[in-house]
Nanobody
Framework: DVQLVESGGGSVQAGGSLTLSCAASGYIASINCMGWFRQAPGQEREGVTTIFRDGDTYYADSVKGRFTISRDNAKNVLVLEMSSLEPVDTAMYYC????????????????WGQGTQVTVS
């Protein structure tokens, strides 16, 4: 089993920056892919960005050039640096992990955190 705990959400003005963190624990040696997903009220969950164990990254078109995902394997922490934030980025952000399969932006991940709220005004 894997436990994921997000932190770092908050409120920020448009054009500002935020950094989210996701602390992973448990059977983390078997994780091959981690990612960030978000869900705004009344909308479906969408993939934001993912990172494979070898460091390959994938981004939704809407966040390319503004968001950066990274993975500190020594500390077992997944980080999402967000800049040039826009009101449309307002959502609950979730960290996710999986043991196998493609590192896609679809939601077929085995483990999920509880989420952290990001509000851009």
């Amino acid at each position: 089993d894997v436990q994921l705990v997000e932190s770092g959400g908050g409120s920020v003005q448009a054009g500002g920056s935020l950094t989210l963190s996701c602390a992973a624990s448990g059977y983390i040696a078997s994780i091959n892919c981690m990612g960030w997903f978000r869900q705004a009220p009344g909308q479906e969950r969408e993939g934001v960005t993912t990172i494979f164990r070898d460091g390959d990254t994938y981004y939704a078109d809407s966040v390319k050039g503004r968001f950066t995902i990274s993975r500190d394997n020594a500390k077992n922490v997944l980080v999402l640096e967000m800049s040039s934030l826009e009101p449309v980025d307002t959502a609950m952000y979730y960290c996710a992990a999986k043991f196998s399969g493609a590192c896609a932006l679809t939601g077929d991940y085995n483990f999920w955190g509880q989420g952290t709220q990001v509000t851009v005004s």
